[in-house]
Structure formats: structure tokens, C-alpha cells
């Protein structure tokens, strides 16, 4: 289809190439598949700063946390290619502890984890756009 950014476009083809004003499709990145909360990523696996990007749906990272334990995150990407929002998920893989949902550049989340075990985080296109973002996490 036509478009004049990822907004306007579809899953089958996310990406808009804007100098052409048609959707393309896009290419998963390296760390794929990792779209279900049963299938993330370690987040060990993921250097910071490396190229991710949304193809096909959002992303999920393992994080392990101590008890006591903090865990940063940080999200780059530019919210005018489509907005990217974050959540972490506890324990139990259902109920989010944390989430970051700006309406601007970039996304902060910051968790202290009183029990510790094996949480989740998901990055996801707020309804479902496609964009593509750089990763930090740091764990303490």
C-alpha cells in the first residue's frame, strides 16, 4: 500500500519506504524468534546497542533478577518512525510489574525486584507498528 510512514502500513509489509511512498517488507533481526512471552531471548544474548527492530511482532527478553535485585532498561528509537513501548513481566510470565509508555523518543523503565526469579520483558509497537530501536539493560 501507499504511505507516508510505518504508521500507515501493515505487518505483511511495515516498513514505509517514504522517498517511494510504498510499504516494504521488513527483515527479522538476529535474536528471532523471539515474539512469545514462552520464547524470549536471553537478554545475556543481546549486545547493547545492537539492531533490533519489530519485524513480525514484539520482542521478549529473559531477565533474571536477584532478590533485591534492580534491573535498567533502555529503549532508543525514533517515535516518528512509530511508537515503541516497553513492559516487564514477573515471575508468574502474566502480570506486569513495570512498563514505560511514552509519547516521545525513547523509553525508560527502572525495577526493583523484591522476590528475584526469572522476569520478562516485552518491546512492542504501540498498536503494532513496526519501528526499529537499540537496546541497554543493565542488571544490579
Not at 529473559?62 to 534491573?71: D, F, Q, R
Amino acid at each position: 500500500g501507499s504511505c507516508r510512514s510505518n504508521a500507515d502500513c501493515d505487518n505483511l509489509a511495515p516498513i514505509c519506504d517514504e522517498a517511494a511512498g510504498m510499504c516494504q517488507p521488513c527483515q527479522n533481526d538476529q535474536f528471532e524468534p523471539n515474539d512469545t512471552v514462552e520464547m524470549p531471548t536471553p537478554i545475556g544474548q543481546v549486545p547493547a546497542g545492537a539492531q533490533l527492530n519489530l519485524c513480525g511482532g514484539p520482542d521478549f527478553y529473559e531477565v533474571v533478577l536477584a532478590a533485591g535485585g534492580t534491573v535498567s532498561v533502555q529503549v532508543n528509537f525514533l517515535h516518528e518512525a512509530g511508537d515503541v513501548d516497553v513492559r516487564l513481566y514477573g515471575p508468574d510470565g502474566m502480570e506486569t510489574v513495570e512498563s514505560a509508555v511514552s509519547t516521545d523518543d525513547n523509553e525508560t523503565l527502572e525495577y526493583l525486584s523484591e522476590a528475584g526469579g526469572k522476569h520478562v520483558l516485552e518491546v512492542y509497537g504501540f498498536r503494532d507498528v513496526f519501528n526499529t530501536y537499540t537496546m541497554s539493560v543493565e542488571i544490579r
